[in-house]
């Protein structure tokens, strides 16, 4: 079955770590994208991709990066000048906007 | 800048009775999402809405789109215990990006 898939589920992180989440899909979508969700905050993009080896910034960058070398992954780096990481984070893929998006299950990372 | 503004933020409802859930938006756009989220879950898809006018229903779910009002709606009627979660709308800019509104903690009571 085609979908798109985060992992871990859970991490957390020690101050000044850098930290990788993984968002991996097989839906052959174009455009990959990266959210954060805080309580009360609904959902605010963090960077997004619309083809390989391309992204740009979305509305909260600093203190993440992100790569595309491959149209099926878009890995999140959330680094140490990221400094309130403690969130839930959501993977996304889209075909172009007629098809919807495709959102993953989430990694909740946890800074300890 | 696009903005996405939703009314209410918490709604408390009885079983069997009706609302509405309101979201408007800051620019032009002709397509809009609903999407529902449980505690500690991800996103699920409940409706796309493509042009003005856009009117689809799933079950006691129903979503409305007027792009010169920028206003969707998400009706629900005689709600049941099972649509407790939150819902959010999303609206899509020109360059594919979707922009959230906070989001609205549905409860529904017996």
């Known amino acids: 079955d085609g979908g798109i898939t985060q992992s871990p589920k859970y991490l957390f992180r020690k101050e000044g770590q850098n930290v990788t989440l993984s968002c991996e899909q097989n839906?052959?979508?174009?455009?990959m994208y990266w959210y954060r969700q805080d309580p009360g905050q609904g959902l605010r993009l963090i960077y997004y991709?619309?083809?390989?080896?391309?992204?740009q910034k979305g509305d909260i960058a600093e203190g993440y990066s992100v790569s595309r070398e491959k149209k099926e992954s878009f890995p999140l780096t959330v680094t140490s000048a990221q400094k309130n990481p403690t969130a839930f984070y959501l993977c996304?893929?889209?075909?172009?906007?007629?098809?919807?998006?495709?959102f993953g299950s989430g990694t909740r990372l946890t800074v300890v | 800048e696009l903005k996405v503004e939703q009314n209410p933020l918490f709604l408390s409802m009885q079983e069997g009775k009706n609302y509405t859930i309101y979201c408007n938006y800051s620019?032009?756009?002709?397509?809009l999402y609903w999407y529902r989220q449980d505690p500690g879950k991800s996103l699920e898809s409940l409706f796309v809405?493509?042009?003005?006018?856009a009117v689809k229903q799933e079950g006691r779910l129903m979503a409305s789109l007027d792009t010169k009002a920028r206003l969707s709606t998400l009706h629900i009627t005689a709600a049941v215990h099972d649509l407790s979660a939150t819902y959010f709308c999303?609206?899509?800019?020109?360059?594919?990006?979707?922009?959230f509104g906070k989001g609205t903690l549905l409860t529904v009571n017996p």
């Open positions: 996304a893929s889209s075909m172009g906007g007629l098809y919807g998006y495709t």
């Open positions: 991709s619309q083809i390989v080896n391309d992204f």
């Open positions: 620019t032009t756009s002709d397509r």
């Open positions: 839906l052959n979508h174009d455009a």
């Open positions: 809405l493509l042009s003005n006018g």
């Open positions: 999303a609206v899509e800019s020109s360059n594919y990006k979707l922009t």
